[in-house]
């Protein structure tokens, strides 16, 4: 089975595997653009990369429906457990968990992390996915960070990166951060959800393939690609 990847909108990703269903950084129903709402969603595992809203605003609800693992930073796993949910792996920034799809890496993220209470949301991050098809770099909401050089070096199939500007990387740092990560393909997200972060996406897929030799792939919320 190739491992699909679905974009339902702002950061949110369903990715679909031979050893598992994912769903990253779930924000569905309250999200305008979103091409699913979360009642539709199934997953065997949550990805969250940090605390905000629009990171997580429908991982509760998705895990209780569907029995799924939420992995994250430990202070958002506790979180949850405090919520009275079980199946949780809790994280740290350079750990790795063995996974029946494959290893996830919680990569560093330079953002804020702040949970719904107003308590600390510890550490915000990316995921890096080693899976049998290639590897998968979502960097999250994110500024640019010399860390993607290192990242890049594990060898990315794909990179996820944000270009909406003000609350992440603009379209000129997500362009230095393709020339750090050498992926063999990009797509950009977190943007056009609000004015706040509206972006040319179009415009940016033309200056990354006339500066650099990565492959620039434009989806529309609910769009798919496959390894």
């Known amino acids: 089975m190739a491992t699909q990847l679905s974009w339902l909108g702002h950061g949110c990703w369903e990715i679909a595997t031979e ?39 429908d991982a509760e609800k998705i895990a209780r429906r569907t029995g799924a693992t939420i992995i994250s930073c430990y202070e958002i796993c506790e979180y949850f457990r405090g919520r009275g949910l079980e199946k949780l792996q809790p994280m740290n920034i350079g750990g790795v968990s063995q996974q029946p799809f494959g290893r996830v890496k919680m990569t560093p993220a330079w953002h804020s992390s702040t949970l719904p209470d107003g308590s600390p949301g510890g550490a915000a991050a990316g995921f890096l996915l080693f899976l049998p098809e290639g590897n998968v770099y979502f960097a999250c ?28 990387m603009g379209p000129d740092d997500a362009l230095e951060a393709v020339r ?25 897929r033309d200056r990354v393939q006339q500066q650099t030799q990565t492959e620039v792939i434009l989806l529309e919320p609910g769009q798919s690609i496959r390894l």
Do not use: C
């Open 19 to 57: 050893g598992g269903r994912i769903v990253l950084d779930p924000f569905l129903d309250d999200n305008p653009l979103a091409a699913k709402k979360a009642d539709q969603v199934e997953a065997d595992y949550i990805l969250i990369s940090h605390g905000h809203y629009d990171h997580m605003a």
């Open 141 to 168: 909401d994110t500024g640019l960070m010399q860390e993607m050089a290192w990242i890049g070096r594990a060898g990315l199939a794909l990179a996820v990166l944000p270009i909406g500007d003000l609350f992440t």
């Open 180 to 204: 750090l990560l050498h992926p063999r393909k990009v797509v950009p997200v977190h943007l056009n959800t609000w004015p706040l972060i509206q972006q040319d996406a179009q415009a940016w």
